[in-house]
């Protein structure tokens, strides 16, 4: 426990500016960045991170779904299903099992809340100082729990979550 917190203050020296985080006493904290061209919003840095999940991810996510049923928790089917046009025409503020909570051209953050847990999600974009033609993507992702299951549920995820944010991350160009 006093690892787990020692690991997210020191995390949070590092988060960029403007940045979301789910609670204000965090759980679990991961920041990952990479550097993008200059061009590529948040939202589009998060389709494009998306756009092809690993085969062993999608199982990932369908065991989680297997075995989170039977406590209560919906199925969220990983990254299939993104109803863009959807949402660009406002009749969703959606993108995959995420609310959209704040969607501005270098910030996009995603929630989702349960019995169990809070999760917040949230993809920053920000200038390159050490290299102007480019700009550094940030994915940030806070979890606060609830109860047991919430905890039993991260054991998991918290050790699985930084090797999935960087096999996501080649999927930008």
């Not at 999760?119 to 550094?136: A, F, G, Y």
């Amino acid at each position: 426990m006093i690892n787990r917190q020692k690991t997210i203050s020191k995390t949070l020296t590092e988060l960029p500016d403007n940045v979301t985080l789910v609670a204000e006493k965090l759980d679990y904290l991961d920041c990952q960045r990479k550097e993008i061209c200059k061009n590529i919003t948040a939202y589009e840095a998060y389709k494009m991170m998306t756009s092809n999940q690993p085969e062993w991810l999608r199982m990932l996510f369908n065991l989680r779904d297997i075995l989170v049923k039977p406590a209560g928790v919906r199925a969220i089917q990983g990254f299939t299903n993104l109803d863009e046009d959807k949402y660009k025409s406002g009749q969703i503020n959606t993108a995959h099992f995420f609310t959209i909570t704040e969607d501005t051209a270098d910030k996009l953050t995603l929630i989702v809340k349960d019995s169990h847990l809070d999760v917040c999600v949230c993809v920053r974009i920000t200038e390159n100082t050490s290299n102007p033609t480019k700009n550094l993507l940030y994915l940030v992702a806070s979890v606060r729990n609830h109860n047991f299951w919430g905890r039993l549920y991260m054991l998991p995820v918290s050790v699985l979550h930084p090797f999935i944010v960087h096999k996501l991350f080649e999927n930008i160009d």
